[in-house]
C-alpha cells in the first residue's frame, strides 16, 4: 500500500473494456458517478472514502488478491481460471457469457472431436487443461491473447473462449460442442479487506446500495385506485414484495394501492387487476428497491 493512502479509504477497481460501461451505469443507478479524469486509468468517483482505478478484467483478480485493492467487478470466468479465493459480494447479472468449447464442422466427426491428439487455442490455459483431464484426451495447449476464434483451422484444432452469442463463432465457421460454465460479472472483495472492520462495514454498504439497484431493474412501482368494495380483491392479486401500500383519498369510498411488482408479471397482473376493480394504473420505474 502507497504511503500517502489513507488506510481508512476504500480502493475500487473497475473493469477496462466492454464491462466498464455497464458498471458505470449500475453505479450511477446508485447514485455514485465516474467522472474520467485527465490521467484515464485513475477516474474520480463521488463516494467519499472511496477511490478507483481501471484495471484489465484479470488484473482486477491479480490486485484483488495480492491486497492491492479492496473490492472490484470481475467476470467469475477469471476467478475459475485462476483459482483465486475471494469473497464474492454479489452477481450483478450483467455480461453474461459462456465459457465454450468449439472447433470448425469439418474436424468434427458426429460432432465430437476426432480421436487423435488436437491442439486447443485459448486465453483459459488452466481451464484448457481440465477440461482435457476431463475428457481423457490428449491435447496441446495454445495461449492466446484475443481474437482466439480465428486460429482454427490453421493454427488449431479446437478453442476455449467466452462467448455472448456466439455470432462471432458462427461467422468463423466454428460449431460448439461442449459448454464448460456460464459467467457474469460479479463484485468481489480482498481477504484482507473483510478483515478490516472499518473497511469492511464500507464494503457491505456499497454492496446493498448495489444490490438494491439490481432488484429495483427486475420491478416496477404500481400505483392505482381502488374502491373499498374491491381492495381485498385486488391485493389479493398482488404479488408484493410485502403487504402493499394503502391510502386513503379524499373520497372516502376509494383508497390509493402502491406495490411493487415484478416486470415479468406486469403483463399476466394488470388484466386481473383490472377485472378485481382497479382504475387509473400507473407503473414507474423504481431505482432502488432495499428490503
Given at each position: ?34 467522472r474520467q479524469s485527465e490521467r484515464g486509468y485513475r477516474p474520480n468517483i463521488s463516494l467519499p472514502f472511496f477511490n478507483a482505478k481501471i484495471l484489465k478484467p484479470r488484473n482486477v483478480i ?67 487443461h481440465r477440461w482435457v483431464a476431463s475428457q481423457g484426451i490428449e491435447a496441446n495447449i495454445l495461449q492466446t491473447f484475443g481474437a482466439t476464434e480465428v486460429f482454427p483451422p490453421e493454427d ?131 431505482e432502488q428497491l432495499i428490503s
Open positions: 500500500m502507497s504511503p500517502n493512502l489513507d488506510p481508512s479509504i476504500v480502493r475500487l477497481a473497475l473493469p477496462k473494456g466492454r464491462m466498464f460501461d455497464q458498471v458505470v451505469d449500475l453505479l450511477k443507478g446508485a447514485g455514485i458517478s465516474i491479480s490486485m484483488l488478491a495480492a491486497g492491492a485493492r479492496d473490492i472490484g467487478f470481475a467476470g467469475e470466468d477469471w476467478i475459475q481460471e485462476t483459482g483465486t479465493e475471494l469473497h464474492e459480494l454479489l452477481d450483478t447479472g450483467l455480461n453474461p457469457v459462456r465459457l465454450i468449447v468449439a472447433a470448425p464442422h469439418q474436424l468434427l466427426v458426429d460432432g465430437k472431436l476426432p480421436p487423435k491428439k488436437i491442439t486447443i487455442a485459448s486465453e483459459y490455459p488452466e481451464t484448457a488449431a484444432d479446437c478453442i476455449i473462449d467466452n462467448t455472448a452469442t456466439g455470432s462471432t463463432l458462427r461467422a468463423n465457421g466454428l460449431h460448439i460442442i461442449d459448454e464448460i460454465m456460464t459467467s457474469s460479472t460479479r463484485l468481489y472483495a480482498s481477504n484482507a479487506a473483510m478483515d478490516n472492520p472499518q473497511i469492511r462495514n464500507r464494503i457491505e454498504d456499497f454492496a446493498m446500495v448495489i444490490q438494491a439497484v439490481l432488484e429495483a431493474r427486475k420491478r416496477v412501482m404500481m400505483d392505482m385506485n381502488v374502491a373499498q368494495e374491491n381492495l381485498e380483491s385486488v391485493i389479493n392479486c398482488l404479488p408484493s414484495m410485502r403487504t402493499p401500500t394503502v391510502s386513503p383519498l379524499s373520497n372516502s369510498d376509494w383508497v390509493a394501492v402502491r406495490a411493487a411488482i415484478s416486470r415479468n408479471q406486469l403483463a399476466e397482473i394488470i388484466p386481473k387487476l383490472k377485472s378485481a376493480g382497479a382504475c387509473d394504473i400507473v407503473t414507474t420505474a423504481a
